[in-house]
């Protein structure tokens, strides 16, 4: 059964402390996403990456935050240093988009079961 | 940017009844999907829609694109109670990313 891995599922830090998080996607999907959600945002997207390369990552505040795809099987998304603010459940999605898509397209979205992030 | 507004936010009902939430969207959009997200949970696909009054259905759902390609409606009928949990809408227009929007939280009472 196919699912996108994400770990960890939950992590307790305390401000100022680097956090990684990692996402295995589903094997063959040319797709990655990087969501953040909160009970006040909602669902909000950080990065995306197609093929293993940047697409759009303005949604992430750069100070602080990073978005990598070292090799296909695996994404990370780094806060260093965390703040309280960045308390949220992250979510990693990816997807299947056919050669020659539109740049902008996503397809169907398959989501992790997320990490949970609480900074004290 | 696109805005999606989702309605109702939250909806309480009997076990039995059928329900039906919608998103409407100030842009035209090519794309709608339909999650559903449980406790604790990564939000689920339930349905896609890829074409103006379109109609699909999956089990007891059944999600409509429509014509004007600015709105969308998921209705579930005879809800059980493992219906219980968000519902979101997401769309996209050709250029810009998906969008979500702010999710229907749905309870069932047995």
């Known amino acids: 059964d196919a699912r996108v891995t994400q770990t960890p599922r939950h992590k307790v830090t305390e401000m100022g402390q680097e956090v990684t998080m990692r996402c295995q996607p589903i094997?063959?999907?040319?797709?990655v996403f990087w969501y953040r959600q909160t009970m006040m945002q909602g669902l909000e997207l950080l990065a995306y990456f197609r093929n293993r390369a940047p697409l759009d990552d303005s949604g992430m505040p750069k100070d602080r935050f990073s978005a990598e795809m070292p090799d296909a099987t695996l994404a990370t998304l780094k806060i260093q240093p965390s703040e309280p603010r960045d308390s949220a459940v992250y979510f990693c999605?990816?997807?299947?988009?056919?050669?020659?898509?539109?740049?902008?397209?996503?397809?169907?979205?398959?989501f992790g079961e997320g990490s949970r992030l609480t900074v004290l | 940017g696109q805005q999606l507004n989702q309605s109702p936010q939250s909806m309480f009902i009997q076990e039995g009844e059928d329900v039906s939430m919608n998103c409407t969207s100030s842009s035209i959009f090519n794309t709608w999907l339909w999650y559903k997200q449980d406790p604790g949970e990564g939000p689920v696909l339930l349905i896609a829609l890829y074409k103006a009054g379109e109609l699909t259905s999956n089990g007891r759902l059944t999600a409509q694109f429509g014509i004007t390609r600015k709105d969308s409606f998921l209705n579930i009928s005879a809800s059980i109670p493992s219906d219980v949990g968000i519902y979101f809408c997401a769309g996209k227009t050709s250029g810009s990313r998906l969008t979500f929007g702010e999710g229907t939280q749905l309870t069932v009472n047995p």
């Open positions: 999605a990816s997807g299947l988009l056919p050669k020659g898509s539109d740049p902008t397209d996503t397809g169907e979205l398959f």
């Open positions: 094997l063959g999907h040319n797709t």
